[in-house]
């Protein structure tokens, strides 16, 4: 299937490595200009290396999401190489799950700013470029958003906070063409998993077998980052043109509601 991609340009927060980094080879792939930002100059220099030597038109930005000086930054450049808008994927994020009382303020906060206020932010900035040739928006969340377990905050509290942003702004938005969707992660490959069995000196492979076995998947196994890709590039496209304020479950069929 043809996703009408070429040409169009799509921002993606934290795609210098893991699930963004797949994604934006997808992109790529698919032959839409990308802008990606992260915080490792390093990895972000390899990602934009590969993503070239693919023959992408890219632009590679370091920049903290949660600096609002970083992200008008990151918008502007994007506007400044590609003249256009056309896809904003919030994925910036990582996994910080814990009992409430081994939780401080600063724990709340840095949660919040990261995972919350970044993407509203940055949802803010980009909505009158999207708007210009209608666009699309998509969050990327998790599970736990909707099914939040013990000792999973302040991470299921501030996922669940961006499903709220997802239904809200599809409502907004519909009427300037720009739709607006969420994925929510299960247990799928991503640089966090890899540097847990980096830590505890184990195989990547002998992670994701463990996790399978232990988290209940009804499908058996990890999810791939390809998989998530090939679902985001999807919300993206003009072939998703009449999907908005949708979440959808990335998972294996594990969390326990559609």
Known sequence: MDLELENKAVLVTGGSNGLGRALCHRLVAEGAAVAFC???????????????????????????????????????????????????????????????????DADWDEDLALKLAAATRLCSLGLEALSRQGGSIVNVLAIGGKTPGSGSMPSSVSRAAGLALTKALSKEAGPTGVRVNAVMIGLVESGQWERRAAAAGTSL??????????????????GRAEEFADLVAFLLSPRAGYVSGAAINLDGGLCAVV
């Open 205 to 222: 492979d002998a992670l994701y077998e463990d996790m399978a076995r232990g988290s209940g998947i009804p499908l058996g196994r990890v």
């Open 38 to 104: 992260g915080r490792d100059p390093e990895r972000i220099e390899e990602t934009r290396a590969a993503l070239e030597a693919e023959g992408g038109q890219v632009l590679a930005v370091a920049a903290d999401v949660t600096e609002h000086a970083d992200l008008a930054r990151l918008l502007e450049g994007t506007l400044e190489r590609f003249g256009r808008l056309d896809g904003l994927v919030n994925n910036a994020g990582r996994g910080a799950a814990r009992p409430l009382l081994e939780l401080t």
